[in-house]
């Protein structure tokens, strides 16, 4: 799940940009979504990389596994 860090919540977060990328034209490889937060204003990006099979975030999102603290 992906979290703002500020906030501790997904609750508030709004995907502004979501790209998917095709090597082949077929198959997916990367995916990237930037987000933000509408109460604290933070932004960050989430990437994951088929390649790879890697998750990445940026900025002031977080990924996890928990049930968020705020909900």
């Not at 992906?2 to 997904?10: D, Y």
């Not at 090597?23 to 930037?34: A, Q, R, T």
């Not at 989430?46 to 990445?56: L, S």
């Amino acid at each position: 799940m992906i979290s703002c860090a500020n906030c501790e919540t997904p609750q508030f977060l709004q995907i502004v940009q979501s790209r998917v990328y095709f090597e082949d034209g077929e198959m997916i490889n990367e995916i990237s979504e930037n987000y933000e937060c509408t109460l604290c204003g933070g932004s960050g990006q989430y990437v994951y990389d088929e390649d790879r099979d890697e998750e990445t975030v940026s900025g002031e999102v977080e990924l996890t596994t928990e049930r968020p603290t705020f909900a």
